[in-house]
T-cell receptor, first 108, second 115 residues
């Protein structure tokens, strides 16, 4: 089935540094969703992008959907320890397919 | 809290046994999806149920089966358990949309260990 690839697999940053994770697909996506999973927790919905070139912001988080709708990114400005967790992108055609996730650790 | 509840939270089974996991959907949602998440991996889509019918299936063998009930709650059944079935099993409820633009609300998961 249609897969989404995520990079990097791991990212370790100093608190206050920025963080970006990327999601790529070989085919055009109808939408992309982003989820955050804290250690020991379950995925929690962050945002959905639908339109080509769409950019959405949630406080320090910026989400982008590529013009060709084949890639997306999540950027966190000035990371905090509360940002720790694994960030997943997922494409949803009523059967959600997740990327492998980017695990973020933040050093205080 | 998402309103999606799963039971049990933890379970230990022996290889070859059968297991049933349960999920109660969020109020107002008519679709339930099940995922298997191995340690350090992303959730893998098992199947989805809509209006009590299977509405899509991932790459899992037939020994993984499910049910959705009229109240939209759901069960995941796994027969002939194998050691590799050890994982976190996640249930997610959503409201079916033709445009697929719906978010999924996940339960806390059931941690299954097969020994």
């Amino acid at each position: 089935g249609q897969q989404v690839m995520q990079i990097p697999q791991y990212q370790h940053v100093q608190e206050g540094e920025d963080f970006t994770t990327y999601c790529n697909s070989s085919t055009t996506l109808s939408n992309i969703q982003w989820y955050k999973q804290r250690p020991g927790g379950h995925p929690v919905f962050l945002i959905q992008l639908v339109k080509s070139g769409e950019v959405k912001k949630q406080k320090r988080l910026t989400f982008q959907f590529g013009e060709a709708k084949k890639n997306s990114s999540l950027h966190i400005t000035a990371t905090q320890t509360t940002d720790v967790g694994t960030y997943f992108c997922a494409r949803n055609n009523n059967d959600m397919r997740f990327g492998a996730g980017t695990r973020l650790t933040v050093k205080p | 809290e998402t309103g999606v509840t799963q039971s049990p939270t933890h379970l230990i089974k022996t290889r070859g046994q059968q297991v049933t996991l349960r999920c109660s959907s969020q109020s107002g949602h008519n679709t339930v999806s099940w995922y298997q998440q191995a340690l350090g991996q992303g959730p893998q889509f098992i199947f989805q149920y809509y209006r009590e019918e299977e509405n899509g299936r991932g790459n899992f063998p037939p020994r993984f089966s499910g049910l959705q009930f009229p109240n939209y709650s759901s069960e995941l059944n796994v027969n002939a358990l194998e050691l590799d079935d050890s994982a976190l099993y996640l249930c997610a409820s959503s409201l079916f949309s033709i445009r697929s633009e719906t978010e999924a609300f996940f339960g806390q998961g059931t941690r299954l260990t097969v020994v």
